[in-house]
Structure formats: structure tokens, C-alpha cells
T-cell receptor, first 114, second 115 residues
Framework: NAGVMQNPRHLVRRRGQEARLRCSPVKGHSHVYWYRQLPEEGLKFMVYLQKENIIDESGMPKERFSAEFPKEGPSILRIQQVVRGDSAAYFC????????????FGEGSRLTVL | AQKVTQAQTEISVVEKEDVTLDCVYETRDTTYYLFWYKQPPSGELVFLIRRNSFDEQNEISGRYSWNFQKSTSSFNFTITASQVVDSAVYFCALRINTNAGKSTFGDGTTLTVKP
């Protein structure tokens, strides 16, 4: 009965490096969402994916950020050439369908860019 | 566009006091869900409640209660007889039915319960 699993929980990168954050949804859930929480702020929607499809990426920065949810394996949020402003907590959530209300959140991955 | 406002940035109470966290939302959609989440110091997000737009019944769960009023677009959360373990950041969120997954969160209210 595992919930949403995110790893790593904490990640430190230097400016210019790449960060990869992984998310395994609740078993049986085919909808994955990524949110970003900047310090002292609420969560901001980034992207909504289903298996092999990006459904809504309206919250993703236009450059350096990408997300995927392959047929097999976890969803990946990739940040290239990280900058200090990317330091945040990145939360993944999943749901069994698009029209169900509740999102099940992981514990978050905290990225620190030095 | 959707918007959620949690006007109270920080609240501090003494244990056993009752406390109400306010949430006001904006949407033009008639079908939507409202949520409250708790984020304790450890950082994870804990789901507390979901309410759909057609169900204005208030709900009580132990020391927690929620007051949903469509007339004022509010979905307030009350903790009765607060405890130190209630100290956390509380987020109110809105999700419209036609925008699957794209929940809009308020900026959160930091509740500190002092012994």
C-alpha cells in the first residue's frame, strides 16, 4: 500500500548542473502532477502527465525544465543548468483519474542549488 | 482564472484554544473541489478534507470542522481545543472539474500552537 514515492528527498547541485527528480505514483494511478513550492510560498502547479503523454505543462518554465512519465518506470522531472532560483521543494502527486478530486502527494524532493 | 486567498499568514494560539483558518476562493466554474492540506515541519503534505461544490454540508471530524459557504466563496477550517501537534502550515486548494489535476493553492497559513 505504498503511497507516492519521491526520490531523492534532498538533492544538492551546483549552478549549471542537472537535477533529476523521480516520482513513483500510487500503484494503479496513471495520472501524475508536479508542483513546486518556493520558500515561504504555496504550491504552484507545473505539469500534468499521463503515461507517455504530457497533458498540461502550462506551469512549466519554458526553458531548462522537462518532465516525462514513461510507459514503464517513474515520472522524471528534469532541470538542466540549474540556477539558485530553482532551489525549492518539488512535490509529486498522483490520482487514479482526471476527474477524481483528491491528489495524493509524495513527501517532496528538496533541491538546493549552491 | 482560479484564485485562493488565505489572508492569515501566521496565527499563534495557546494550547486548548479554538482557531479558525480562513480560505476564500474565486472561480467562474460551477463544478469544483475544495481541499485542505496540512504541512507539518517535516514537510510532507497531508490531505485533510475534500468538498465538492454541490455539497455545502459542514463537516466535523474529531477536533476539526469545516464551514463551506458558497454565498461568500469561503471554506473555513476550525480546530477546536488546539494541540501543539497541530502546529503546521495549512493550505487551502481549489480544483475545477474541467482542469484536471491543476489545483490552485493558497499561500498557506502557518499555525503555531504554544504549550
Amino acid at each position: 500500500n505504498a503511497g507516492v514515492m519521491q526520490n531523492p528527498r534532498h538533492l544538492v547541485r551546483r549552478r549549471g548542473q542537472e537535477a533529476r527528480l523521480r516520482c513513483s505514483p500510487v500503484k494503479g494511478h496513471s495520472h501524475v502532477y508536479w508542483y513546486r513550492q518556493l520558500p515561504e510560498e504555496g504550491l504552484k502547479f507545473m505539469v500534468y502527465l499521463q503515461k507517455e503523454n504530457i497533458i498540461d505543462e502550462s506551469g512549466m518554465p519554458k526553458e531548462r525544465f522537462s518532465a516525462e512519465f514513461p510507459k514503464e518506470g517513474p515520472s522524471i522531472l528534469r532541470i538542466q543548468q540549474v540556477v539558485r532560483g530553482d532551489s525549492a521543494a518539488y512535490f509529486c502527486a498522483s490520482s487514479p483519474g482526471w476527474d477524481t478530486g483528491e491528489l495524493f502527494f509524495g513527501e517532496g524532493s528538496r533541491l538546493t542549488v549552491l | 482564472a482560479q484564485k485562493v486567498t488565505q489572508a492569515q499568514t501566521e496565527i499563534s494560539v495557546v494550547e486548548k484554544e479554538d482557531v479558525t483558518l480562513d480560505c476564500v476562493y474565486e472561480t467562474r466554474d460551477t463544478t469544483y473541489y475544495l481541499f485542505w492540506y496540512k504541512q507539518p515541519p517535516s514537510g510532507e503534505l497531508v490531505f485533510l478534507i475534500r468538498r465538492n461544490s454541490f455539497d455545502e454540508q459542514n463537516e466535523i471530524s474529531g477536533r476539526y470542522s469545516w464551514n463551506f459557504q458558497k454565498s461568500t466563496s469561503s471554506f473555513n477550517f476550525t480546530i477546536t481545543a488546539s494541540q501543539v501537534v497541530d502546529s503546521a502550515v495549512y493550505f487551502c486548494a481549489l480544483r475545477i472539474n474541467t482542469n484536471a489535476g491543476k489545483s490552485t493553492f493558497g499561500d498557506g497559513t502557518t499555525l503555531t500552537v504554544k504549550p
